[in-house]
């Protein structure tokens, strides 16, 4: 198995109730883990995660509800509409709808679909496919 350069590694306040989320519900799937340490290592059409117990191990401060304030994990998949579903099967109510963007790189606009879901402890994922690129239009400067 190859790893990501860069991978979250998440506290849970409820490691049962996490793993059931990211499994059952988002479709992630258990690489490894070590269970006596309420640790699993995730991954999800080439994203990965680390999820863990939390035991105040890596905390630099107070730990309260909403987790990871300022951050969203974006993980771009296949089809957003597959994860949508299943959150609205068990309950789980999205943060922001669906939504097309078209971000500027360079000359170029990538274009995405997303949407945003909080986990159970509050980690704010973004889920999001690409729709397209296309040029960027060129702005004309009238004198």
Same mark, same amino acid.
């Given at each position: ?7 979250? $590694? ?13 499994? #059952? ?5 258990? +690489? ?8 699993a ?7 990965q ?8 191990? !890596?905390?630099?401060? @107070?730990?309260?509800y ?11 998949? #296949? *089809?957003? $509409?597959v994860?949508?579903?299943?959150? +609205?099967?068990h ?5 922001? $709808?669906?939504? @097309?963007? !078209?971000?500027? +790189?360079? *000359? ?6 997303e949407?945003?879901?909080? *986990?159970? *402890?509050?980690?704010l ?11 960027? $239009? +060129?702005?004309?400067e009238?004198?």
């Open positions: 198995m190859d790893f990501n350069r860069l991978i979250p $590694e998440l506290s849970a306040s409820h490691f049962e109730k996490s793993i059931s989320f990211y499994i #059952d519900v988002l479709g992630f799937q258990i +690489k490894y883990q070590r269970s006596e340490n309420q640790f290592f995730l991954a999800y059409q080439g994203s995660i680390m999820l863990s117990q939390r035991n105040g191990t !890596w905390e630099t401060g @107070e730990l309260a909403p987790f990871g304030r300022g951050i969203n994990i974006q993980m771009l998949v #296949d *089809d957003i $509409e994860i949508i579903r299943s959150l +609205k099967e309950g789980y109510p999205l943060m922001i $709808e669906p939504e @097309e963007h !078209w971000y500027r +790189k360079d *000359d170029l606009l990538l274009g995405l679909r949407f945003l879901v909080m *986990d159970p *402890d509050g980690y994922l973004r889920f999001s496919q690409q729709v397209g690129i296309r040029p960027r $239009e +060129k702005v004309i009238l004198d």
